[in-house]
């Protein structure tokens, strides 16, 4: 079992006295990286950027899944589908170590494929992703609005996948069972997570995501095109998250 996150350099050593040694490893990236538009990781020597963490039982986990996530940061796949091939198969590997549920790692593999083998077409394979989670949903869960943290909205779901749709049972009761955990070490914060209030979001054209403050209008709603969307047609939308 391990877990991933994003951490400034500043906050690294804190980090590392917390869970090195004991029952617990912590393995940092070298380089740091930066999330540029569509979510997609570029190593950056900016200000802003972060060091790729994993945090595991033993060293030896936390090390294979912390080369697997900069592999995948580094890798640039191109049109090559052997590397696409490796860029799933380590998606599929750090999915399992990580708890993340079976449907969502298959919906991930299955719409980065796409994004990826359509990629005149698709403007963000995080973009592709979300529509497509939309599109399965009949009902939009606030624990489960799992990009809200590329807004700046901490406690918008704890989890850190994306969801293969917004009423993912097995999602939802690993987003619940965090919070629960989270309860024994900080109530406040698992009361944020409980409380969080949450508002649409709309995702834009050209695949970014922006809070939405507007009325929903059922003509916004979009709609399927087929086995392969056409996601063009289907930009821009508006995501039903509500208090
Ligand atoms: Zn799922």
Redesign the pocket.
Known sequence: MAWRLRLPADQIDTWRVAFSGGDTAMSVSPAGYATVQGGVLRRSRESGAVHLVVIAVDEATARACLDDEIANADRDEGDDPAAWAATIAAHRRAGRVYGY????VA?FCDGWLEAMSTRQRVVSDNALLILRAHLRSQAWHPLLRAFGAGLGEETASPLRHL???FD????LALAQAIVADLRLISPAQAGRYERAAVHPIRLDADGSLTPWHGALEPSMAPSSTGPTMDVASLFPVTLPFAD
């Open positions: 549920p079976d449907c969502c919906a969801p293969c749709r993912c049972s097995p999602s």
